[in-house]
């Protein structure tokens, strides 16, 4: 009999952050032995971004958006690959992030970087989006301190 059900070969796991994305994605990594790839978190521009300095958002989504696309362009999952991979972000949420943030000016120079980006890129098989209110993530925030995410605030949380 034909297996009906193939496991998918790359998972990805979204959601807002600290929501436990890279938990989920470390034990679903360790149970499938799967390669792990995690969100690049070094941006110098983020910090700047979260206080509100004009321009950093440009500069922090483009640091994001090549950063990932470097990450996933490596993991080289064609057709005939077998290793299985597990992520704590999908590549298109980077875009999302770009809509909410840039001016259309600036939007229209990113669009052209992320479509040419895009298109190389291999599609998840599967994603799993984690949820959780703006007043738990800004628990979760406190609790991490991480000094680069002290300036978001709960509005930003709940788009």
Known sequence: ???????????????????????????????????????PEENPFLGAFYEGEPGAGFQAQLTFLIRRFEQLHALDLGPRSQKVVVTDFIFEKDKLFACLNLSDVELDTYNRYYNYFREQLPTPDLVIYLQATPEVLKKRLRKKNVPGE???NEDYLGE
Not at 24 to 39: G, H, S
């Open 1 to 39: 009999m034909a297996n009906l059900f193939e496991l998918p070969r790359y998972i990805a796991i979204e959601g807002p952050i600290r929501v436990g994305k890279s938990t989920l994605t470390r034990i679903l990594a360790e149970r499938l032995n799967a390669q792990r790839v995690m969100e």
């Open 150 to 152: 002290k300036g978001i």
